[in-house]
């Protein structure tokens, strides 16, 4: 078992699928910790709502990302996480958490990287009219969305599907493939500990 700590920003679909596999013994990991960056994000219900801790802030209160993420790595530290989940959660990652966790945060993202890194890669997609997108699992390095590929996943684009369609299509590939990436990624993260 590994405590793992989940980060978003939204709704927090990714989180149920993790919390989810957790439950059913599909994930051996304990989500320790949940952390967003809104506060008042549907994931903060979700987490609160299945008993698990949340530490929620807001950017804006703070002089810098560094300052916010040593307050986060008080957080992570108190909770005992060994691995950073990102699942939606909208904010480049700092030097202080990379240095704390090398190697050790991982992300999920709407697209077939390196095609369409960053914010609204949905929409780059459609608007740039390829006919495949996916999904990609991988490890979160100083850039954006430019870290070490895991796993990905191809889902094709419908001539005339709308935004909402091609996202709601790339919302159940994630679900599905998620938790599945992410336990291969704790047995070699708990075999590089051990």
């Known amino acids: 078992m590994i405590n793992i700590a989940v980060f978003a920003s939204g709704n927090g679909s990714n989180f149920q699928a993790i919390y989810e596999a957790v439950k059913h013994q599909r994930l051996d990991a304990n989500i320790s910790l949940v952390v967003c960056d809104r506060p008042g994000a549907q994931v903060i219900a979700r ?3 299945v008993g698990i801790p949340v530490f929620s802030f807001s950017a804006k ?3 810098s990302k560094s300052a916010y993420e040593e307050d986060l ?3 992570l530290r ?3 996480v060994q691995l950073v ?3 939606g959660y909208m904010r480049i990652v700092g030097e202080t958490l990379l240095e704390a966790f090398p190697g050790g945060i991982v992300n999920i993202h709407p697209s077939l990287l390196p095609s369409f890194p960053g914010k609204d890669a949905v929409e780059q997609a459609v608007a740039a009219g390829v006919k495949v997108t996916g999904v990609t699992v991988h490890y979160v390095d100083e850039g954006v969305d430019t870290g070490p590929i895991i796993a990905q996943q191809s889902v094709s684009i419908r001539e005339g599907e709308s935004i909402e369609a091609v996202t709601k299509r790339i919302h159940e590939v994630e679900h599905a ?6 336990q291969k990624v704790i047995h070699r993260h708990l075999s590089i500990l051990n």
């Open 177 to 182: 493939i998620y938790p599945k990436i992410l």
């Open 61 to 63: 209160d703070y002089e």
């Open 78 to 80: 108190e909770h005992r």
């Open 47 to 49: 987490a609160e709502k």
């Open 73 to 75: 790595l008080i957080k």
């Open 85 to 87: 989940v990102l699942a």
